[in-house]
């Protein structure tokens, strides 16, 4: 087996191993409900900038929704593209806690998650929201993981591609507000 791939395996074996059980279905409800938080985060951050009425602001929520869609639709084209099989396929000692079907390279769930935290600093939002956020990311991350849905490699790329997506907001809503004004 490859090098990284054994880290990989033994990571995340040390993982399970080490979870607290009973925090079980928590993790299994913050993995869950990530799409759905993710979308009340939206809302309730698009109703704010909607209902300010300042055009750079409503153009950044904009340049939110438009990265949080590219940054899930190039995580759901790379997971087939890639077709990495679940660490519970490949690897029977992990413990599956999460129902899935699709593959596991990268983590959707995290890219979600991180696209959001990540693009929340570039608003320059008050810290307590952002620190919230990414306290919920990181949660979404480890929870991934300690249902046996995805090795940390998949957790990296993911928040690797939550970081480089969300770094687009500040171009495209600068282009749209000089094209506004």
Do not use: C
């Amino acid at each position: 087996m490859n090098f990284f791939l054994q880290i990989d395996y033994e990571f995340l074996k040390w993982i399970q191993a080490n979870r607290i059980i009973f925090l079980d279905p928590l993790f299994y409800w913050i993995s869950s409900s990530t799409f759905i938080i993710s979308i009340m985060l939206l809302g309730f951050i698009g109703l704010f900038y909607i209902k300010n009425k300042v055009k750079p602001f409503q153009i950044k929520y904009y340049s939110l929704l438009l990265i949080f869609i590219a940054s899930s639709t190039f995580s759901l084209i790379l997971k087939y593209a890639v077709k990495r099989p679940r660490p519970f396929v490949s690897h029977p000692t992990i413990i599956q806690l999460y129902e899935t079907s699709t593959f596991s390279f990268p983590s959707g769930h995290t890219a979600i998650a991180f696209t959001l935290a990540f693009s929340l600093v570039l608003f320059s939002l008050k810290k307590y929201y952002v620190i919230l956020v990414f306290i919920w990311a990181f949660l979404v991350a480890y929870s991934r993981m300690v249902l046996g849905a995805h090795f940390i490699s998949d957790i990296v790329t993911s928040i690797l591609i939550g970081f480089m997506f969300s770094l687009l907001i500040k171009p495209i809503s600068k282009e749209w507000i000089v094209r506004k004004t």
